[in-house]
């Protein structure tokens, strides 16, 4: 199976705030990202943590980190409907190797 | 800042053809480079860590006589799909790494459908 896992699809209404969990594997990775891609495009760096944090906020993105249970989150404060994508979370591994997972589809509306 | 270009964005092709895919860092150096593959409502797959001056390294499962990759300079690495096949239909991703940035996160292309008819 997939080392990083993520729920496949999130829907939200405008103005609330979207949540997209993950979990990852390998205890001794000690970077995790986020990345956004929208239809046709490739990915676009949203926000990183470093592994001995437990939070991490930038502007209307917060990430937080359960390292013991191996578990990242974004929330998206304020969700607009350009935040309408696909959301992956990544762990980076030996040599900066990057494992995502399948990806978390949230579709926002009105 | 860390900006990546991938050209073409699109292409068709007949079966047989190759088809070369060019990543390039526009405000950065970039040791490292990596190239993706995406099928469709997936996750990427990593096919190669492409490295400048040396051999690219390739995933296993990932025929390297097929994917040829070239790191060229710090700036430019390229990706050819040789005779390439209706089942090489994907899209294709690039990403890079800031040099000496083992620890600096990849900043990725804006990915190359292609399309083998």
């Known amino acids: 199976g997939e080392d990083v896992e993520q729920s496949l699809f999130l829907s939200v209404r405008e103005g609330?705030?979207?949540?997209?969990?993950?979990?990852?594997?390998?205890?001794?990775?000690?970077?995790?990202?986020?990345?956004?891609?929208?239809?046709?495009?490739?990915?676009?760096?949203?926000?990183y943590i470093f592994s001995n944090m437990d939070m991490k906020q930038d502007q209307r993105l917060t990430v937080l980190l359960n390292k013991k249970d191996k578990h990242l989150s974004l929330r998206i404060a304020d969700t607009q409907t350009g935040d309408s994508?696909?959301?992956?979370?990544?762990?980076?591994?030996?040599?900066?190797?990057?494992?995502?997972?399948?990806?978390t589809q949230v579709v926002v509306t009105p | 800042g860390a900006v990546v270009s991938q050209h073409p964005s699109w292409v068709?092709?007949?079966s047989g053809t190759s088809v070369k895919?060019?990543?390039?860092?526009?405000?950065?150096?970039?040791?490292?480079?990596?190239?993706?593959?995406?099928?469709?409502?997936?996750?990427?797959?990593l096919m190669a860590t492409s490295n400048e001056g040396s051999k690219a390294t390739y995933e296993q499962g990932?025929?390297?006589?097929?994917?040829?990759?070239?790191?060229?300079?710090?700036?430019?690495?390229?990706?050819?799909v040789t005779s390439a096949h209706p089942e090489d239909s994907s899209f294709y991703i690039c990403s890079a790494r800031l040099r000496q940035g083992v620890n600096q996160?990849?900043?990725?292309?804006?990915?190359?459908?292609?399309?083998?008819?």
Not at chain 1, 16 to 36: A, E, F, H, Q, R
Not at chain 2, 22 to 45: G, I
Not at chain 2, 65 to 71: C, P, T, V
Not at chain 2, 105 to 117: A, E, M, W
């Open chain 1, 16 to 47: 609330d705030s979207s949540v997209i969990n993950c979990t990852y594997t390998d205890s001794s990775s000690t970077y995790l990202y986020w990345y956004k891609q929208e239809p046709g495009a490739g990915l676009q760096l949203l926000t």
């Open chain 1, 85 to 103: 994508a696909i959301y992956f979370c990544a762990e980076r591994e030996s040599w900066g190797k990057l494992q995502f997972g399948a990806g």
């Open chain 2, 12 to 14: 068709i092709c007949k």
């Open chain 2, 21 to 45: 895919i060019e990543c390039r860092s526009l405000d950065f150096q970039a040791t490292t480079m990596f190239w993706y593959r995406q099928f469709p409502k997936q996750s990427l797959m």
């Open chain 2, 62 to 80: 990932v025929e390297k006589d097929k994917f040829l990759i070239n790191h060229a300079s710090l700036t430019l690495s390229t990706l050819t």
């Open chain 2, 105 to 117: 996160p990849q900043h990725f292309g804006d990915g190359t459908r292609l399309s083998i008819l």
